[in-house]
Every structure is written in C-alpha cells, then in structure tokens.
C-alpha cells in the first residue's frame, strides 16, 4: 500500500493521523510529491488521480482511493483498532455529518482563503484568484469555530464521546488556520481546550 503526499500539509496530515491511530503507520510506503514543482498536475500524476490533489492511496492491486474521507474509511475498515467513522447506523452518520461541516466549514474555507486571499503558494500554483471568495470563506471559518466551540461544550469530541474522523478533520482544519493566520477567538474556549486534548493524543504528539 502506498500514499502520495506531501508531509506536513493538512490533507495529507489527516490521512497519516488515521493511520496512527490504527496503529498502521509502518503498513504503508509513503511517496513524496513535489507539489511546489507542479507534479500533481502532471498527466502522471492525473492518471492516478484525475483530482490532481495530494493525498492518493494506491492499493496493492494497483488501483487508487482518492479524497481523504474515502481514503480514511479505507484505512479504518482495513486495519484493526477503534473505528474512526463509527460503528453502529447513527454513530456512522452522526461522524459523517460532524466531519463534513468541519472539513467545508473550516479547513476547506480556509483553504479557500488561503488559496483566494492570500499570495498562497505562490504566482505560478495560484491561478484564477477571486480575493472576494476567500475573504467570504475566512468568516465562514470563523463562523464554524463559533459552532465547534459550542458542540464541544456538551460533547468530549466533536461527534459525542468517541474520537473520530471529525476530530481529525478539525485539527487539521486548525492547523491550516494556524499556518493561514486565521486565529481561533480567544473566548472559543471549548475549541481550544478541544485541541490541546486532540493534540497530546500519541496519534499526534507522538
């Protein structure tokens, strides 16, 4: 089994944080892509993945999983530990709901922020700029640490009790934020204690 990626970038840090949690890190061959040289969008790339977008998992039969909740239910139902996308009908979709509003909510608004509103990475990989759409995608991020932090006031994780593929989700989504300079507010203090929790988690602080 192996991933494209790239270390360190939020997509990809979600799959590898999964994988640490099943205990699996050392199952898979890792392949760096050189996204900063522009090798996502090479036809080679494009014909593992038509997305050009890192990560990519290839299987051993040779076939590809793309997009990091695919790839997560992937690692989740393949190796042995503590589901991430839950186990009984409610649990799975209450964890699909909670992943899916903090991955568009916040870690792709701010992306899009990044990408839109930002130099980002640069004149030759950040094409077709709308400032106005990522300025608009920043408050969206804001607005959904407001919805974050008062889920968490209630709740040990994002999705009840249980940590999961939400979790994962946030934390990177933070992450990204860090690096983008999009602060979480200062009186968000369920998110922020939250984070420190998710943080000290072997999976991350290894």
């Known amino acids: 089994m192996k991933i494209y990626d790239v270390e360190g970038f939020p997509n990809p840090a979600r799959v590898r944080i999964a ?55 992937y690692i989740d139902g393949h190796f042995e530990g503590a589901s991430l996308t839950g186990e009984s009908p409610k649990e799975r979709a209450q964890v699909s709901m909670m992943n899916l509003r903090a991955e568009n909510g916040l870690l ?17 990989l950040e094409t077709d700029q709308c400032a106005e759409w990522g300025n608009k995608q920043k408050v969206v991020a804001g607005q959904t640490m407001g919805y974050l ?13 249980k940590f999961s593929m939400a979790d994962i989700t946030a934390f990177a989504g933070l992450a990204f934020a860090d690096f983008a300079k999009v602060d979480i507010p200062a009186s968000f203090s369920n998110l922020t204690a939250w984070r420190a929790k998710v943080a000290a988690r072997p999976s991350i602080a290894g």
């Open 149 to 161: 932090d008062d889920v968490l006031a209630d709740n040990a994780f994002l999705a009840g009790d």
């Open 108 to 124: 792709n608004a701010v992306s899009a922020y990044f990408h839109h509103a930002t130099p980002g990475l640069g004149p030759d």
């Open 19 to 73: 994988l640490a949690e099943k205990g699996a890190t050392d199952k898979v061959q890792f392949v760096p892509v050189d996204v900063m040289g522009g090798e996502h969008r090479s036809d080679a790339f494009k014909a593992m993945n038509p997305d050009a977008v890192v990560p990519c998992l290839e299987l051993a039969d040779g076939s590809h999983i793309s997009q990091c909740n695919a790839i997560t239910e």
